[in-house]
Structure formats: structure tokens, C-alpha cells
């Protein structure tokens, strides 16, 4: 058998469950004897016999999954320059509100609600399959729907005792005034980044931890008989978004603040993932559907940028409020 190789580049990786997506798909493909992605390069590189498929083939399946390939289009250019735009109003429209002050406000509570809103699809593509393992098994739509309430509401323990402790953990760090200033500065900078790189706008950044938590490699039959259990475990697996949820709580000033900071994150998180396993007890085909079953690929790439954003946005406003912390 003759083979080729390409090499295909893949904008829209946030994560390294992203390159599992797009590795699994192209291992998928009929002709590919071969896929490596690295979320680090961004890129595909793929193995395949050219009488079975071809490189333009294997773009226009990346493209099925939400992502983008190749050097950014014209359209794409001007969604980016919108998105600068609406970044720079959302700064000034946060420091008009909370002050130039790096406390959490009620705005924070807000926006990380809306950051786990925008980011849902990609928690639904990462862990829509344990969700539904715990709910396999259970006759009945109340009692999927009762697991899914368990599974969720395990998640959403786990992100609120987590957002505590590094709420607390922030307190711990802030002995003086130029302390404070500097855990702001340096704290806004790196949720900055992290958006930025949700954005597309920075190369993968490094050493981030990978993302196959302990949660997916239970057991199916402990993931249908504990769905709160499997939900608080799912808790602890970190993406791009949670990383900078969890930087904001430790920049909340307290315990309390860092939990309702996470709480309203994760309540961001949950009203796809109930659709979801709903869906699900109603459609079992769904149960080995992608995220394409609910909302149009071509949508995710705009709740990816609303995402990154929103996290640009609180990044920028802290590091703002941590230079000028000072001057008050």
C-alpha cells in the first residue's frame, strides 16, 4: 500500500482533549494509517493511503468538528478584530463598574457565569460521554434525568469546594499592600494569556497538565452506580477556562467568594449538559452522538471566541486593577 503524509494546521485547540477529538476522528477515517495532533504546534500530522482519501478530505472532516485549518481567512481577521473591540468595552465597562479596585464585584459573578455558559459545549465534547455512562442502565427518563442531576451536581460540589480553597489560598498570599499588588498583576496576566490562547491568538501554551482525568478511566460499572461520585471526580479535571476560574477565586479576597465564584461557574456548565443527558433518554442514539447532534459545528467556534473573551476581559481587568492598586 502506498502512503503519503500531510501536515495540516488546526486552529481552535484550547485543550488537550481537543487533539483527542481530532486524532480520534482522523483514526476514524477510512485511509489514515496514521494521526499524530499536538495541541503544543497545533497541528495535524497524518499518514494516509491516497487512493482512499485525500488531504483536502481530511481538512473538511477537522472542519465537521467546529475547528478551522490552514492561515486565518479575511472573515476570520475582522471576527477577531470585532472580538478586540468587544474585549477593550468589556474592560472598561468592568473597571467602570467594580472600580479600578481587583476585588471581586458582582460583575465577576456574572461573567464567570457566562464564561462556563460559553465554554459548555466544549465540557459537553470532553465529558459528555461519562456523563452518559452514569446514566447508562437506568430505565426510565426520571431516573437518567436523576443521575444527570447527581452527576452534575457532583461537578458543581467539586468546583465549589475547589474555588474555596484557592479563595483561601489567596487570602494566605496577601500580607501587604504591594503583595496584593503584585498577586493581581501577576494573577490578571496569566488569566490574560489563558484567554488569549483560548483565542487562538498564542501558540499552545506549555506544560499544561493533560486532561484525561481520573474519572475516565473508571470502570463503567463505577461510573453508572455513583453518578454524584463520577461528578465530583469529573470536578477535578482542569481545561483552559477552569484554570482561569480558578485563578479568579484565588484573587476573590476570601473562601467565601472563591466558592460562589466557582458555583457560578459551574452553573454555566450545567444547563447543556441536562439538555444533553435529556436528549439522551430520549434519543438513544445519542448516546454515541457528537456535539453536532445540538448545536450546528459552525457555531462553536463563535462560543469560543465569547469564551476567550470573557476570560481576556477579567484577565486584563485584574492586572489593571493590580498596577493601580497601589496608586490608592
Known amino acids: 500500500m502506498k502512503t503519503e503524509s500531510c501536515e495540516i494546521r488546526i486552529r481552535g485547540m484550547i485543550c488537550r482533549s481537543c487533539t483527542d477529538e481530532v486524532s480520534g476522528m482522523l483514526l476514524r477515517t477510512k485511509g489514515v494509517v496514521k494521526a499524530t495532533v499536538s495541541y503544543r504546534k497545533a497541528m495535524a500530522e497524518v499518514s494516509f493511503d491516497p487512493a482512499l482519501v485525500s488531504p483536502d478530505e481530511l481538512e473538511r472532516r477537522i472542519k465537521s468538528l467546529g475547528y478551522e485549518t490552514g492561515e486565518r481567512s479575511r472573515a476570520e481577521r475582522l471576527l477577531d478584530l470585532g472580538c478586540a473591540v468587544l474585549t477593550v468595552l468589556l474592560v472598561w465597562l468592568l473597571l467602570r463598574w467594580g472600580g479600578a479596585s481587583p476585588e471581586i464585584g458582582a460583575e465577576s459573578f456574572g461573567a464567570l457565569f457566562l464564561v462556563g455558559l460559553s465554554t459548555s459545549p466544549h465540557c459537553l465534547g470532553m465529558c459528555g460521554g461519562i456523563l452518559l455512562s452514569a446514566c447508562a442502565g437506568r430505565e426510565g427518563r426520571k431516573a437518567q434525568l436523576g443521575a444527570a442531576l447527581g452527576y452534575n451536581g457532583g461537578r458543581m460540589i467539586s468546583y465549589t469546594a475547589l474555588g474555596a480553597v484557592f479563595g483561601a489560598l489567596g487570602t494566605v498570599l496577601t500580607y501587604t499592600l504591594s503583595m496584593k499588588s503584585m498577586l493581581f498583576t501577576m494573577l490578571g496576566l496569566v ?13 499552545a501554551l506549555p506544560s499544561l497538565p493533560d486532561e484525561a482525568g481520573t474519572a475516565c478511566r473508571l470502570p463503567d460499572k463505577f461510573r453508572r452506580q455513583t453518578p454524584l461520585l463520577v461528578g465530583l471526580l469529573t470536578g477535578l479535571m482542569p481545561c483552559g477556562a477552569l484554570y482561569a476560574a480558578w485563578l479568579c477565586a484565588m484573587s476573590s479576597g476570601s473562601a467565601g467568594n472563591g466558592a460562589l465564584l466557582m458555583l457560578a461557574f459551574s452553573l454555566g456548565t450545567v444547563p447543556l449538559m441536562l439538555l444533553f443527558a435529556s436528549l439522551g433518554a430520549l434519543l438513544p442514539m445519542l448516546l454515541f452522538a457528537s456535539l453536532g447532534a445540538l448545536l450546528p459545528r459552525g457555531w462553536t467556534k ?5 469564551g476567550a473573551v470573557l476570560v481576556t476581559s477579567m484577565g486584563l481587568k485584574m492586572l489593571i486593577g493590580g498596577l493601580l492598586l497601589l496608586r490608592g
Open 302 to 306: 463563535y462560543l469560543r471566541k465569547l
Open 191 to 203: 488569566v490574560a494569556l489563558l484567554g488569549l490562547n483560548m483565542w487562538g491568538l498564542l501558540p
